[in-house]
């Protein structure tokens, strides 16, 4: 069974390249453009993996890491958070995720990020 990664974005052209990355390296993908999509597909299943931008249109990826991190059910999924903001110390002092990447970003090194944490 395919491993299953959540990623939420508000960009239509940046969540549309990194769910075709995705799918190309053989993962489920369920692109999420808003906090309110991403908590309506974590009712219907949990994925392996959670990559969320930190700004939203609705709220933001920090809140969304903190609730998945502050949860017994979901503090195990790893979390990667995506910022185009360079000042990463400060978002990791807000959240407990595993990685964080600045945008814009390498596809490679976004890639084998993500599989650091989901390979079988």
Known sequence: MKKCIYVVE????????????????LYEVKACPNTKEFWFQMSKRLPDMVILDIM???????????????????????????SANNHLSAVKAKCDAENFINKPFDLNDFAYRVEKYLAA
């Open 10 to 25: 508000d960009n239509l052209n940046i969540r549309e390249i990194i769910e075709f990355l995705l799918i190309e390296e």
């Open 56 to 82: 939203l249109p609705d709220g933001n990826g920090l809140e969304i890491c903190n609730a998945l991190k502050g949860n017994i059910k979901t503090h195990h999924i790893p979390v990667m958070v995506m």
